[in-house]
């Protein structure tokens, strides 16, 4: 009989632990086709792991949205976001479940109502179920932006009915986010001091429970 050879002790790159502190997503393009992706790699970051998330998307479908900000907020996760370009739409959930928010004088924000689509023809029995469900939506996800935002529901209501764009300098003067400086120091120069200046808190309302089983695109 041949010896059994020694267990390999090596790790591949693959299968090295992400760190806690200091890791870096981009949740970018449409959410809907990353769902998955954006999923696995916040699952994989240790909980109560502080880091940075990167914004550039219009959003996708708003359970994409719910799914992502619950997940930073069930796993404590301290995301400081950074809008880059855009976001919009059902993007807007895991920015505001950020601790910390930035934006830069260029950003775009878009608020809007949910929008909802079936690929299928449907009755209009099941029509009519679909438009009281996404009231109720509708409703709900108002309601967790008004929590994570820290803002009257009825001034978040204002904004998505019938709709509304922010730039980053208006949502800085809002008090929703910070302003970063574009030319200016790199981004972790301009994130201390910013903390410096006044250390933010990181105190979110936990999220409503969300259901996933329409297909629903804010």
Same mark, same amino acid.
């Given at each position: ?5 020694a ?6 790159l693959?299968?090295?632990?992400p760190?806690?502190?200091?890791? /870096? ?7 809907? =086709?990353?769902?998955? @992706?954006? !999923?696995? $790699?916040? %699952? ?69 109502p ?11 029995e099941?029509?009519? /179920?679909?438009?009281?469900h996404?009231?109720?939506? =509708?409703?709900?996800m @108002?309601? !967790?932006? $008004?929590? %994570?935002l ?31 400086e ?13 903390r ?23």
């Amino acid at each position: 009989m041949k010896p059994h050879p020694a267990p390999d002790r090596t790790r591949s790159l693959s299968e090295t632990p992400p760190p806690r502190d200091g890791w /870096e997503l981009a949740l970018t393009g449409d959410l809907t =086709e990353k769902q998955a @992706d954006l !999923l696995e $790699s916040l %699952l994989e970051i240790p909980s109560g792991g502080r880091g940075t998330l990167f914004f550039d998307s219009p959003g996708g479908s708003a359970y994409v949205g719910i799914s992502l900000a619950s997940l930073i907020l069930l796993r404590g996760l301290k995301a400081t976001g950074v809008v880059l370009g855009e976001c919009s739409s059902a993007a807007l959930l895991p920015f505001a479940a950020c601790c910390e928010r930035y934006v830069l004088p260029c950003s775009t924000l878009y608020f809007h109502p949910v929008r909802w689509s079936s690929e299928e023809d449907i009755q209009l029995e099941q029509a009519a /179920e679909w438009t009281r469900h996404f009231g109720v939506m =509708e409703d709900e996800m @108002d309601i !967790l932006l $008004s929590k %994570l935002l820290q803002r009257p529901f009825e001034e978040v209501r204002g904004w998505t009915r019938p709709g509304r764009f922010f730039s980053g300098t208006e949502i800085a003067q809002m008090g929703l986010a910070r302003l970063l400086e574009l030319p200016g120091p790199d981004l972790a120069t301009q994130l201390r001091t910013a903390r410096q200046a006044a250390t933010p808190g990181c105190e979110v309302a936990a999220p409503t429970q969300p259901a996933a089983t329409l297909i629903a695109h804010q």
